[in-house]
T-cell receptor
Framework: SQQGEEDPQALSIQEGENATMNCSYK?????LQWYRQNSGRGLVHLIL?????REKHSGRLRVTLDTSKKSSSLLITASRAADTASYFCATDGDTGGFKTIFGAGTRLFVKA | SAVISQKPSRDICQRGTSLTIQCQVD?????MFWYRQQPGQSLTLIAT?????????ESGFVIDKFPISRPNLTFSTLTVSNMSPEDSSIYLCSVELASSGANVLTFGAGSRLTVL
């Protein structure tokens, strides 16, 4: 079953604006990850945040994690047309850490 | 990070036929994961393939429909059997990055199947 629920389902912004995507999950986790998928291709890992971390940065990406609310957000600053893709959060959920369960995903469209 | 070669990249199949998808990794890995992504949807884990043992299937997926082979530590196949249009999906194999210390996955480019 799907672990993560993401919102918005789709997001359209202008180049240069910031994009924020949210993810909620249901069970306890060891870590939460964000992946990106271009045009139905394979997924690319973006960033991992562990359950004892609250915020993490990587380039233009900023991820937050609130384990009390079972939620995470991904912020992409100064977006570019090349950021157009689907973004998925993923957790190890209640699986003993052996499996990765993906959320529904957010489709981001950045207009040039 | 591991490099995964997956083939075919896409195929159009007739109802009732079967298709085998191959996944080759450039390094030895313990576990390989097969996911399905139906059109416009997220990824759903089909099964986990360990070398030397039978694959472990997730709820809703059975070996008769999705037989998996794992003959060695760098290769796996997933067969989609007796296909119907509902099997039209992208099928992705993935492996865990050993250096991550967590279940960070590397994915193949996917196999896009269309069943007529």
């Amino acid at each position: 079953s799907q672990q993560g629920e993401e919102d918005p389902q789709a997001l359209s912004i202008q180049e240069g604006e910031n994009a924020t995507m949210n993810c909620s999950y249901k069970t306890s986790i060891n870590n939460l990850q964000w992946y990106r998928q271009n045009s139905g291709r394979g997924l690319v890992h973006l960033i991992l945040i562990r359950s004892n971390e609250r915020e993490k940065h990587s380039g233009r990406l900023r991820v937050t994690l609130d384990t009390s609310k079972k939620s995470s957000s991904l912020l992409i600053t100064a977006s570019r047309a090349a950021d157009t893709a689907s973004y998925f959060c993923a957790t190890d959920g209640d699986t003993g850490g052996f499996k990765t369960i993906f959320g529904a995903g957010t489709r981001l469209f950045v207009k040039a | 990070s591991a490099v995964i070669s997956q083939k075919p990249s896409r195929d159009i199949c007739q109802r009732g036929t079967s298709l085998t998808i191959q996944c080759q990794v450039d390094s030895q890995v313990t576990m390989m994961f097969w996911y399905r992504q139906q059109p416009g949807q997220s990824l759903t884990l089909i099964a986990t393939a360990n070398q030397g043992s039978e694959a472990t299937y997730e709820s809703g997926f059975v070996i008769d429909k999705f037989p998996i082979s794992r003959p060695n530590l760098t290769f796996s196949t997933l067969t989609v059997s007796n296909m119907s249009p509902e099997d039209s999906s992208i099928y992705l194999c993935s492996v865990e990055l050993a250096s991550s210390g967590a279940n960070v996955l590397t994915f193949g480019a996917g196999s896009r199947l269309t069943v007529l």
